[in-house]
């Protein structure tokens, strides 16, 4: 992951094509089934196709694989292209499968007429049946006699809607005793009688996956085709397309799907989650979609830096969350405004402090000097953590307790001087002092405290609502583990927290700016939130300890 970076396998080989000539400027898709929104492994084939074409000065399309009319929707198609475009992508061309429908039928003629497909009437039961085994060869039936013109005649009336869904097939006629099962006379067109989101009710037979994606990107001319690895029994199908419709030579090459640590990735699960209502929404930012990251915080750049660092490999594995985190938390400190945020407040009275108040100035990112100050007001009541005071302390305590001192960040060094409490003995307020000399920045004190804690002014401060996420799920390896995913979902991976105080700086929130919230976590606002209520959702915490287990 240091230095200079080595190229990895697709790169050699693009690499090799371009230096043999055999491809001017490549050209790479992205193929989404919009059969639901993105997430964090389509990021991962995002970068990998874009990243590809911008190295190497080529162009990459964005491609619809709309060819199942039933689970495909226009709001899918419109998150998808929102989704790519946040993550920094811009396609050169927006193109659906379904554009191909005319020229995929053409091509199906075309194997009917070279005796390379025909219609069969099993069921696919039948059909099933008559593959064989790995271990034994299938069988053709009867239909694979068929002649040429019956065949024409039998799929121009399947496309004519003559026939009822499911009762005819057209196959391609390759190899019933072939290793690999996918060769046995595929299925490449079957009847459905569906609404398409584009195409409308214009056709009632649509054509198979391995039918429409080698064909598709041979239409584009895409010279690089870019899968998982669950593909790779598919490339002789995909070759074999190409070779007997002498098409253009677009290559399948293959990687290892992304997998995350705590975290489900399948679409068809993810809908799960939200049909069945365990999330708010394929954006409640639990989610490890790309619009529910983005809605929790998750900037473009730390996802864009994640895929990076992963890279690619042609085996399966399984990446820790930590390390998304950390790419978050990386970006996030380069960029958040600091602000403080009281969750739990104990109210503080400065004893001797005696003026009204007064405007503090704090940087709004130490990291940042173009970042700029923003005003902090001081005043006689200020709310602090009630996690940062204890009457009792153990030894190693260095916050506030009776008669120590901390300082208030950017503010002042206080020194508690009474607990107050009400009638069940509940601490509800302490009486403190403050030093005047001790003002941040200016401080001729001489005295030394071991804490700073945050802070707000009380009449000053805003109350917000704030968001506290958690792992959607409770075990690292859910695919390993027994039984149904849903069984292993966090009961409290949501904590709202409705108590808490903001200094006044925060009103002026915006949803894309980012804040960190001093010695509580990275935080942003959240799109529900509204001129009576401000919501923060956490984006992450700041602690970092894939960062501490893997530097
Ligand atoms: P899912 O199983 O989550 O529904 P999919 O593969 O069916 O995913 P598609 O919309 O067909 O989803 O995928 C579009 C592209 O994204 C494909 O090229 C696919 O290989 C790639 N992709 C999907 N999931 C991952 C993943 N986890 N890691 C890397 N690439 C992925
Ligand atoms: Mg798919």
């Known amino acids: 992951m240091d230095g200079e970076k080595s190229l990895n396998f697709i790169e050699e080989i693009i690499e090799a094509d371009l230096a043999a000539g055999k491809h001017k400027n490549i050209l790479t898709r992205f193929p989404p089934e919009p059969n639901g929104y993105l997430h964090i492994g389509h990021a991962k084939s995002i970068c990998l196709n874009f990243g590809l074409a911008k190295k190497y000065g080529g162009k990459t399309n964005l491609r619809f694989d709309d060819t199942n009319?039933?689970?495909?929707?226009t709001e899918y198609v419109e998150s998808i292209k929102a989704d790519v475009q946040w993550l920094g992508f811009n396609w050169a061309n927006e193109l659906y499968a379904s554009n191909y429908f005319d020229d995929l039928y053409a091509f199906a003629i075309q194997l009917i007429e070279k005796q390379l497909a025909y219609v069969d009437d099993s069921t696919s039961d039948e059909i099933a049946e008559q593959k064989?085994?790995?271990?034994?060869?299938?069988?053709?039936?009867?239909?694979a006699e068929r002649t040429v013109a019956e065949n024409l005649q039998l799929f121009e009336e399947m496309k004519a809607g003559k026939y009822a869904d499911g009762t005819k097939v057209l196959?391609?006629?390759?190899?019933?005793?072939?290793?690999?099962m996918l060769m046995r006379d595929p299925i490449i067109y079957r009847i459905k009688h569906a609404h398409h989101h584009r195409t409308g009710d214009k056709w009632c037979i649509y054509p198979m996956y391995d039918f429409a994606h080698g064909q598709s990107d041979s239409i584009e001319n895409i010279t690089h085709s870019i899968c998982t690895l669950e593909f790779i029994p598919h490339r002789e199908l995909y070759n074999w397309f190409i070779e007997n419709l002498n098409i253009f030579p677009s290559h399948q090459y293959e990687f290892a799907r992304l997998n995350m640590t705590y975290t489900v990735m399948s679409k068809r699960k993810l809908l799960q989650l939200v049909n069945e209502k365990y999330v708010l929404g394929w954006d409640d930012p639990r989610m490890p979609t790309i619009s529910g990251m983005r809605r929790r915080g998750y900037t473009a750049e730390s996802i864009r830096e994640f895929c990076d660092k992963i890279g690619i490999a042609r085996r399966e594995n399984l990446i820790d969350i930590g390390l998304l985190e950390f790419c978050v938390?990386?970006?996030?400190?380069?960029i958040s405004l600091r602000r403080m945020v009281v969750f739990d407040p104990l109210k503080i009275t400065i004893t001797n402090y005696t003026q009204t108040e007064e405007i503090l100035f704090s940087e709004n990112n130490p990291e940042d000097e173009t970042a700029g100050n923003r005003q902090i007001p001081f005043s006689k009541e200020l709310y602090i953590e009630k996690e940062d005071f204890m009457e009792n302390p153990p030894k190693k305590f260095f916050r506030l307790c009776p008669e120590g001192m901390v300082r208030l960040k950017g503010a002042y060094i206080i020194k508690c001087e009474e607990v107050v409490k009400d009638a069940n003995g509940n601490i509800i307020e302490l009486k403190c002092t403050y030093i005047p000399e001790s003002k941040s920045g200016s401080d001729t004190s001489g005295i030394h405290v071991k804490s700073v804690l945050h802070w707000v002014?009380?009449?000053h401060a805003v109350p917000v609502e704030l968001c506290l996420y958690d792992r959607l799920l409770t075990v690292e390896n859910v695919d390993a583990a027994e039984g149904d995913f849903k069984?292993?979902?966090?009961?409290?991976?949501?904590?709202?927290?409705?108590?808490?105080y903001a200094e006044p700086a925060l009103k002026n929130a915006v949803i894309n700016e980012r804040y960190q919230f001093l010695r509580k976590g990275y935080f942003c606002l959240d799109?529900?939130?509204?001129?009576?209520?401000?919501?923060?959702?956490?984006?992450?915490?700041?602690?970092?300890?894939?960062?501490?287990v893997n530097k």
């Open 69 to 73: 009319p039933s689970t495909e929707e």
């Open 132 to 143: 064989g085994t790995p271990t034994t060869a299938g069988k053709r039936n009867k239909y």
């Open 171 to 180: 196959r391609a006629k390759i190899d019933m005793a072939a290793s690999n």
């Open 329 to 334: 938390r990386e970006h996030l400190n380069k």
């Open 457 to 459: 002014s009380a009449n």
């Open 487 to 500: 069984d292993y979902i966090n009961p409290s991976s949501l904590q709202t927290i409705t108590t808490a």
């Open 527 to 548: 799109i529900n939130s509204n001129e009576q209520k401000m919501i923060f959702n956490r984006t992450v915490t700041l602690k970092d300890t894939w960062a501490k």
